[in-house]
């Protein structure tokens, strides 16, 4: 499902695909320190996103409880065996 800052006329018409959203406490920290550096005229780590797309990517995930981190296949991996019987 697109955010709100993928919904501008036309942007998914154009590239052909739909961000992935912001999933957890340390991706939005990035986000914001990354939105922090362009603004403040550094150079960025993240060149492929502009400062509209980071804003509103920040902007969508403002006020949601996220993990401090997502989980990984590997910690899903690891959960689903030690759930299994052998």
Known sequence: MPGVGCRKKG???KTGRVHTP???KKQRGFMGAEI???RLGMPG??????EAQLAA?????A??????????????????KKGRKS
């Open 22 to 24: 912001i999933v957890s």
């Open 45 to 50: 780590r993240i060149e492929s996103m502009s």
């Open 57 to 61: 990517h920040l902007h969508e995930s």
């Open 11 to 13: 942007s998914v018409a």
């Open 63 to 80: 006020g949601k409880k996220l993990p401090m981190r997502s989980r990984t296949r590997g910690a899903r991996r690891a959960r689903a």
């Open 36 to 38: 922090r550096r362009r």
